[in-house]
């Protein structure tokens, strides 16, 4: 969509998601400073350690769990009532999962380089590009928007169940591999696996079909500049996701490296 088409609401729930995730990543790279650094506790620099504990402390907490949850789902409700506003969503998810795997490709890389353990194997970028390429495929074949409606939250009524909002984390295998895509585990800092998100995604779809079939705001009479910081992200937050995480670990460690930590 132009500028002058765009949903102002979606754009600022997305730019707001899209922030607290990165804001979520900024803490994984504080929090495992020592992991970086080997001698990061010889350093002992009083800025590093604050950052560090109040990480760890964010990380480990109640509120960071939930509100993680929370931003995800977000982000992922509002991707599905824009998937509807595609064209052609197998092109689309098609060129995210090229994104992902270059993604994979770079983090393996370094991991192999500096052994950081950044390894991305299925991260939001995956999830997100297989679930546009599901739903799109579901859509082809299942035009009832109740049907679909009942498919989503089937999948979050089975999720909770089974408690796959919380997987426990696994070595990378053969063997465990397909686990961790389907979301059964998990495998790194970033993960996201197919499910329980799929489910979220098609009920955004809905959502979409149902509330925005004309592709205008809900609250045309609340006004929010275009050049408004959650709006902005929201517009970019694809190229914000994938680019900030390399930039984010570049200045934390060029920060951290002026200070006197060696790796």
């Known amino acids: 969509m132009t500028n002058k088409k765009r949903i102002w609401e979606l754009d600022f729930l997305r730019g707001l998601a899209i922030i607290m995730m990165v804001f979520d990543h900024i803490m994984y ?3 495992y400073l020592p992991g970086y650094f080997s001698n990061f506790y010889d350093v002992n620099h009083p800025l590093f350690n604050w950052l560090n504990d109040f990480a ?5 907490s109640t509120l960071r769990f939930f509100g993680r949850e929370f931003f995800v789902l977000l982000f992922l409700l509002i991707s599905g009532i824009s998937f ?4 052609d969503n197998f092109k689309r998810g098609g060129k995210m999962l090229a994104v992902a795997l270059i993604i994979t490709l770079v983090t393996y890389l370094i991991d192999q380089a500096l052994g950081f353990g950044v390894l991305i194997i299925f991260g939001v970028i995956h999830m997100f590009a297989v679930n546009t390429l599901i739903t799109a495929l579901i859509r082809k074949f299942i035009k009832s928007e109740i049907i679909i409606l009942f498919i989503g939250m089937l999948i979050i009524t089975l999720s909770i169940i089974y408690d796959l909002f919380n997987v426990y984390s696994i070595s990378l295998s053969l063997q465990t591999l397909p686990k961790i895509i389907i979301g059964i585990n998990s495998f790194g800092a970033d993960h996201f696996g197919i499910l329980p998100y799929l489910g979220i995604i098609l009920i955004g779809t809905v959502i979409g079909k149902i509330f925005y ?6 609250i045309p009479q609340v006004e929010m500049k275009e050049n408004n910081i959650f709006r902005i992200a929201g517009r970019y937050s694809l190229y914000i996701y994938v680019l900030h995480q390399p930039l984010v670990l570049v200045l934390v460690l060029g920060f951290a490296y002026l200070f006197g930590y060696r790796f």
């Not at 760890?56 to 480990?60: A, I, P, S």
């Not at 509807?84 to 064209?87: D, I």
């Not at 079939?213 to 809900?218: E, I």
Request: proline content about 0%; hydrophobic content about 40%.
């Open 29 to 31: 790279d504080f929090a």
């Open 56 to 60: 760890r402390l964010y990380w480990n």
């Open 84 to 87: 509807t506003f595609s064209k």
């Open 213 to 218: 079939q004309n592709r205008v705001s809900l």
